[in-house]
């Protein structure tokens, strides 16, 4: 079993838990935000939080809560990116493939009837296998895989990378390179891992992204001793489990079907920064570069960093951009395992892991003045009157968030500004409205099906966040009961 997890030392009176969402998947159409989560932290259970996105203050989104009873917090599907043309007309249509939990792999419940499943009306999830078929591989991961949508010259593919996978006759969970695409057109699955042996490093809780009809492998967890040896497609998950660098990226060709490594500059003192290392990440394409939203880890002050870091494709090289809060301040906020949407340079940050007390919230970042933002801009339309100053609600907000500031530094002594800041309050999700759904028996068997809670028509509105300051963040693996503190090598 792997569990990923943080230690947070705070300087604060009260008590505070780094807590977070992991197996999260995201979808937009129509401008409509949908995010799953397999065990919601509101409902305690599977559920789908539905964003309606719109111009204006985000404060004003409104969101619906769906409580799928029918699901279990084992199942972790991913949301598909169906490409258009699809016959039948499933190109309109949400449909998500199917995972399970790491530490519920030897119970081996996912089957055919569960591996894909649609969301029908924006208020129910459906199971049924005539879309994409289960594949049958022995060796097919069940937890931790990618998986990647392309347009091919013979049509649409979808690329299956890396994962766990659990080995009956070891007992233990592996971390694989394993490698498939199903092939939408002619309906049949292929393995492909050949083209991965001793070449692609294991990984898992990767992402992948297509480049220039090239795959590009980011981060990801990796066992750092057994891939310095012999491997072939396998390495086991023990006390030398940790997060992979992202100055090691691995790019596969679409057109010639090979892997490669490729070896990306960091511009970061390597004594300071090492390899690179990040947690939970996702990269996208902006202006024919990658971009991530990154917590970097500094070995010397044993804490993460967070930063934008643009990726030239063309140079392999990164470059690194301070993000501020909109007033101007430094920004803190650590984001592990979130989701992204990018829109009219707008980098929307989706739920995740974070060192602030609320979870499921949006961050909206301007990527033209690398500055947090309380409003969306989805039409494209100037938001902003015609001088250049800020619309009225967002000077009283500054305001308000100045005096609020001020008021509170004067009951507070700050030791060292450089090393202790504030966590600022970025801009809060709107309010949820639950919809408790009945629903037919569960796929999975579990002793919380009865237990998914009263859910009624109330509408919950995020608190703010109170301010504390982090003296130190640790990532941490276990496996198996072990634990290894993430050390520099």
């Known amino acids: 079993m792997i569990l990923l997890f943080f230690l947070l030392s705070l300087d604060v009176t009260f008590g505070f838990s780094f807590k977070g969402i992991d197996y999260t998947t995201t979808i937009y159409k129509n401008n409509k935000l949908y995010v799953y989560e397999p065990d919601d932290i509101e409902l305690k259970w599977s559920g789908l939080t539905i964003y309606n996105l719109s111009d204006g203050p985000i404060s004003d989104i409104q969101t619906q809560l769906v409580n799928f009873t029918n699901s279990n917090p084992v199942y972790t599907p991913q949301f598909l990116q169906l490409p258009q043309g699809l016959p039948n007309g499933r190109s309109n249509e949400t449909w998500m493939i199917g995972g399970i939990v790491d530490d519920k792999l030897k119970d081996n419940n996912l089957i055919k009837e569960n591996w894909t499943c649609e969301i029908l009306n924006d208020n129910k999830l459906k199971f049924h296998d005539d879309f994409i078929p289960m594949p049958q591989f022995r060796n097919f991961p069940k937890s931790g895989f990618s998986q990647t949508i392309v347009n091919s010259n013979n049509g649409p593919e979808l690329y299956i990378v890396g994962g766990l996978v659990y080995v009956k006759e070891l007992d233990k969970e592996l971390i694989t390179n394993y490698f498939y695409k199903y092939e939408f057109n002619t309906g049949k699955w292929v393995d492909l891992s050949k083209a991965t042996k001793s ?5 898992a809780y990767h992402k992948v992204i297509e480049v220039d009809n090239s795959l590009l492998l980011f981060g990801g967890i990796q066992n750092d001793e057994a891939i310095k040896e012999n491997f072939e497609h396998t390495t086991p998950t023990d006390d030398n489990t940790d997060y992979g660098g992202i100055t090691t990226i691995f790019k596969f060709d679409l057109k010639d079907q090979k892997w490669s490594t490729v070896n990306a500059k960091l511009n970061k003192d390597p004594n300071i920064y090492k390899t690179g290392q990040v947690s939970g990440s996702v990269f996208n394409i902006y202006n024919g570069k990658i971009i991530s939203y990154i917590s970097l880890y500094n070995y010397d002050r044993r804490e993460f960093e967070p930063q934008i870091g643009i990726l030239n494709y063309n140079t392999w090289e990164w470059e690194w951009h301070n993000v501020k809060n909109e007033a101007g301040t430094d920004n803190n906020l650590i ?3 979130y989701q992204t949407l990018i829109i009219n340079d707008q980098l929307i940050l989706i739920h995740g892991m974070s060192n602030q ?4 919230k949006l961050y909206v970042i301007n990527l033209e003045t690398y500055k947090f933002q309380g409003f969306l801009n989805i039409s494209g339309e100037d938001s902003k009157s015609e001088s250049s100053g800020l619309p009225s ?11 609020f500031c001020l008021r509170f530094k004067k009951q507070v002594k700050v030791d060292d500004a450089n090393s202790e800041q504030a966590i600022q309050e970025v801009w809060a999700s709107a309010g949820h409205e639950n919809d408790g759904l009945k629903s037919r028996a569960a796929p999975f068997p ?3 099906m009865g237990k998914t809670g009263g859910l009624n028509d109330s509408i919950l509105i995020d608190e703010l966040a109170p301010r504390f300051w982090i003296q130190s963040i640790y990532p941490f693996v276990a496996i198996h009961g072990h634990s290894r503190e993430h050390e520099g090598k």
Request: aromatic share 12%; proline share 4%; no cysteine.
């Open 446 to 448: 579990s002793s919380k």
């Open 335 to 337: 984001l592990s395992y």
């Open 393 to 403: 609600w967002a000077v009283t907000i500054s305001v308000l968030g100045i005096w």
């Open 357 to 360: 007390r609320q979870v499921k």
């Open 199 to 203: 070449i692609l490093q294991p990984r």
